[in-house]
């Protein structure tokens, strides 16, 4: 079957620090990969997407780059901000796009 | 623009009472998702819409469970005879292609 597994929170980092959150995957087939990130009090919102091998998914200076042979799609920063500190969740879907599966979510706190 | 908005946004049951939970998508989004979130962990697929029809409810957990969209947008998911496993957060998520999610603020229910 289909699972998402993230590593577990929560991550404290200082601002500026480099930021790694890890992501492995298991899919029947060949599944297109997503980070989401929930600011507090707010829905969830796509941060990135990579629907191929090899693909690097960037946005808002986070990177994920999918990689097959090791089934994982690591989230990294170069440089957090206080206004990263949010939820974010791995998450995967295949076929036709009709059902997606979420890790549990990483809490990520910045502190100045 | 407005995005998917979801009401109420709390919910007090007490068990056995029944629940229906609002979801507003985004105009002209064809799909339309229902996710169950527990604490602490990530959103869990329930059903998905196209348009009217429900394509796939195979995540609803049990027969008290049931979701509608009669005229292909606005969509409410019921609960009968909650229990207190039922407490959780229910996220909806529009839309307008694969792949493309837009979700809402999500409805938390508790059941006492």
């Known amino acids: 079957g289909n699972s998402v597994t993230q590593m577990e929170g929560p991550v404290t980092l200082s601002e500026e620090a480099f930021l790694t959150i890890n992501c492995t995957y298991t899919?029947?087939?060949?599944?297109?990969l997503f980070w989401y990130v929930q600011y507090p009090g707010e829905g969830l919102q796509l941060l990135l997407k990579a629907t191929k091998a090899d693909d690097k998914g960037s946005n808002k200076g986070f990177e994920a780059t999918y990689r097959k042979e090791t089934t994982s799609f690591h989230l990294e920063k170069g440089s957090v901000q206080v206004s990263d500190s949010a939820v974010y969740f791995c998450?995967?879907?295949?076929?036709?796009?009709?059902?997606?599966?979420f890790g549990t979510g990483t809490s990520l706190t910045v502190i100045p | 623009g407005a995005g998917v908005s979801q009401s109420p946004r709390y919910k007090v049951a007490k068990r056995g009472q029944d629940v229906a939970l609002r979801c507003d998508p985004i105009s002209g989004h064809v799909s339309l998702f229902w996710y169950q979130q527990a604490l602490g962990q990530g959103p869990e697929f329930l059903t998905y819409f196209q348009n009217e029809a429900q394509l796939d409810k195979s995540g609803l957990p049990s027969d008290r469970f049931f979701a509608e969209r009669p005229e292909g947008s606005v969509s409410t998911l019921k609960i009968q005879r909650t229990q207190q496993e039922d407490s959780a957060v229910y996220l909806c998520?529009?839309?307008?292609?694969?792949?493309?999610?837009?979700f809402g603020p999500g409805t938390r229910l508790t059941v006492t």
């Open positions: 998450a995967l879907s295949e076929g036709t796009g009709n059902q997606f599966y």
């Open positions: 899919a029947t087939g060949y599944p297109s």
């Open positions: 998520a529009s839309s307008p292609r694969i792949y493309e999610q837009y």
